[in-house]
């Protein structure tokens, strides 16, 4: 079974999009909004109820609700990134503001890799295929990772680690000091630099 992340929604919204499109360009007459609104009028003003009316007052409906929609949730992503109180912005504040620009982080949270110009070591594909084979499929897959091969200097961890489990060997030894923790990430420093 798939995991119901937004990301596998968008090949169907994209196809989808065409169909609607095509909808709404036959809705609304080619997009003319002033047969649209004569159209749309005509049914409250002079009661004439025909199919291309409500055709076209559904278009418009469509049309308003989308641009509702879009203009609600367009920006949302991009602003709690870049809120300087949320997790992700304290954690970039950090690592922005304490952090040597020349360091190696080490990481499996993917929405820290655009939030600051550091060097990131992230797994590979193959790694992230292991872990799901044995979360869903075989608990016994061994997951062939070590994360100190690159020998970063800081390794950062948040929800991913928690759901995946990917740095939880390494994290109770020696290798790994606690370095400063925020309420959904901790950033480990490298004890051996």
């Given at each position: ?43 409250f003003l002079r ?93 016994e897959t061994v ?9 970063p200097d800081y ?39």
């Amino acid at each position: 079974m798939a995991m119901f992340w937004v990301r596998y929604m968008v090949p169907a919204f994209f196809i989808g999009s065409i169909f609607a499109s095509i909808f709404l360009f036959q809705a609304t007459e080619g997009f003319d909004f002033n047969k649209s609104v004569i159209n749309v009028s005509s049914i409250f003003l002079r009661l004439k109820v025909y199919v291309k009316n409500l055709v076209s007052l559904l278009g418009v409906l469509c049309i308003s609700f989308s641009c509702a929609i879009a203009f609600k949730f367009a920006g949302l992503p991009v602003l709690e990134n870049y809120n300087k109180n949320s997790p992700i912005g304290l954690v970039s504040g950090y690592v922005l503001n304490d952090l040597p620009p020349s360091v190696l982080i080490e990481t499996f949270e993917s929405e820290l890799l655009f939030t600051t110009p550091h060097r990131y070591h992230f797994p590979t594909d193959l790694v992230s295929m292991q872990l799901v084979r044995r979360r869903d499929i075989d608990s016994e897959t061994v997951v062939d990772y070590d994360p100190m091969e690159v020998d970063p200097d800081y390794l950062i961890v948040g929800g991913y680690n928690k759901s995946w489990g990917l740095y939880d060997k390494i994290l109770g030894g020696d290798l790994l000091e606690l370095e400063v923790e925020f309420p959904e990430y901790k950033i480990y420093r490298n004890v051996k630099k």
